[in-house]
């Protein structure tokens, strides 16, 4: 039973915060938006204290439930290890191995060491909420978009507007790169040795597995019940029971309850734990000289062909980065006649990030790079950084999009308070940049012709139109920023005309103010 209602949250909560990173109506974050910000990391960074008192003692009370049930990360080798389980003679795969001490909490420190020093980059390779979050976004969401865009087609052809489609871009070659490698790398482990990424290189499994030593509920063998066969040692996925000695790791242990089920003779359960008296060990039960026969093995660890379930994960990953890649590639059509040029990045001295982050250096302190913002934005505004110091924190850009006055979606949905949360009054007087313009690529200074777009709509009027020769009566008008005015919104540089580079762009404020 236990195993079941386990089974059961675990689901609920993967799918909850599977959706947040699909979702594109805003409407999961309504209901299921805190299941993000009761992850452990982000609510750490967010200093969010009653979330983490509340994970903590969780872990107190009842061991590493947290990395079994509320972790997407942790579900997510749950099923890849649970499919792999389902190949005939693969049930009982898994053997007892000592604790890796020397990696777990070398590994924990240069965690704590980078996290300290604000390296941003190496924090959210290693934390295992963003991580999933990179491949939820990057990897699940395009196959979901798609589905929703063959929906909108057909109820298109048929008459209905229920759905409306949606672009699938990549939004960083690099970020897409790493989240192809560890879904790869994690879902190996998972396949071959369950919980091997969470018992080795996860720096919350190693904290909160240091605090579930003292855990009161925990997995305990009746050594009187007990007869040493070890087939909880075979099902166990942590690799933390040691049934012919009767003990358990319990700083590996993640509570996941398939060694109660798998025991034949009750002799282990999740119990409130007890120190054994000195004369239980006095008489142990005789030790068989070989395990109780079965007509399954253990899977090896190496040499193992590649069967059919594993090719066809493995493709469907390929298939999903290749077609991406493909959709990504595809041009713009005006009036099915003429080929639009796309826009390109102009190199901004300074990056932008959005409001409501108060500056690079906060952004860069507390952003764990799940991607939760850029899955939810709108505008196609926000994608990952590609440079190696902030590598894969979200910076604005636009030339998909402009940073709405009316839109505070990323503000609202951050769990790690990278980006505080801001009002609609509030985000047109943050100032994040400010527009620069570039004479060379004006559209009435090379074409001769009126323009006006950037004037026209610039949300806060930092933008007008002088004559570009006063003493000429007539001459073509050029804009003036008003940089004590604008705010860095990107309206201006997203609906230039100019191409590939707009003759004005935004320069981004190493710290935002109020206007």
Not at 359 to 379: D, E, I, K
Not at 394 to 412: F, K, N
Request: charged content about 20%; some cysteine; aromatic content about 8%.
């Amino acid at each position: 039973m236990l195993r079941k209602i386990r089974g059961v949250l675990a689901v609920l909560f993967f799918l909850g915060v599977t959706g947040l990173f699909l979702d594109f109506t805003g409407t999961c974050h309504a209901w299921l938006g805190w299941m993000a910000k009761v992850q452990f990391l982000p609510a750490l960074l967010a200093l969010n204290v009653g979330i983490v008192v509340l994970l903590v003692v969780l872990t107190l009370l009842v061991g590493r439930v947290y990395c079994s049930v509320i972790c997407p990360m942790g579900v997510m080798q749950d099923i890849i290890s649970w499919i792999s389980g389902r190949r005939k003679k693969h049930r009982y795969r898994f053997s007892y191995s000592p604790e890796r001490k020397a990696l777990r909490y070398g590994v924990l420190a240069l965690f704590l060491v980078a996290l300290a020093a604000g390296v941003g980059s190496f924090v959210a390779l290693l934390a295992p909420y963003s991580s999933y979050g990179r491949i939820a976004s990057n990897l699940f969401a395009p196959v979901w978009q798609w589905g929703n865009n063959l929906l909108a087609r057909y109820s298109e052809q048929v008459g209905s507007y229920d759905f409306a489609a949606t672009e699938v871009w990549i939004r960083s070659l690099p970020t897409f790169v790493i989240a192809v490698l560890t879904l790869v790398g994690v879902g190996v482990l998972a396949w071959r040795g369950g919980r091997t990424y969470c018992n080795t290189l996860c720096p919350v499994g190693t904290v909160l597995g240091f605090l579930s030593r003292f855990s009161l509920f925990r997995m305990t063998i009746d050594k009187a019940k007990c007869n040493r066969c070890g087939l909880c040692s075979r099902q166990c996925k942590a690799a933390c029971i040691d049934g012919r000695e009767h003990r358990i790791d319990y700083s590996r242990c993640v509570a996941c309850m398939d060694c109660i089920d798998t025991c034949r003779h009750g002799a282990i359960g999740f119990r409130l734990h007890r120190r054994q008296p000195a004369a239980a060990t006095e008489n142990p039960a005789p030790v068989p000289e070989k395990p109780a026969p079965t007509t399954e093995k253990p899977a090896s660890a190496a040499g193992q062909p590649v069967d059919a379930s594993r090719r066809t994960f493995l493709t469907a990953t390929v298939l999903t980065a290749a077609t991406a890649a493909v959709q990504a590639q595809k041009k713009k059509v005006d009036g099915g006649l003429a080929v639009i040029e796309d826009k390109k990045i102009p190199e901004r001295t300074t990056p932008i990030v959005p409001p409501g982050a108060q500056g690079l250096r906060h952004m860069a302190r507390h952003c764990t790079a799940c991607q939760l913002c850029v899955s939810v934005c709108p505008n196609g505004v926000l994608r990952p950084s590609t440079r190696l110091e902030t590598l894969m924190q979200p910076e604005s850009s636009y030339e998909r999009g402009y940073c709405r006055p009316e839109c505070t979606r990323c503000s609202e949905v951050c769990p790690a308070g990278a980006i505080r949360k801001i009002s609609v009054a509030d985000k047109s007087s943050i100032q994040i940049g400010h527009a620069v313009w570039v004479k060379e690529n004006c559209v009435p200074l090379t074409d001769g012709v009126k323009c006006g777009n950037c004037a026209r709509h610039c949300p806060v009027g930092a933008i007008q139109m002088v004559p570009s020769d006063p003493g000429v009566e007539g001459s073509v008008q050029i804009p003036v920023v008003n940089t004590e005015r604008c705010i860095g919104c990107g309206a201006c540089e997203n609906l230039c005309p100019a191409r590939p580079f707009s003759a004005i762009y935004v320069e981004g404020h190493e710290r935002h103010s109020m206007l």
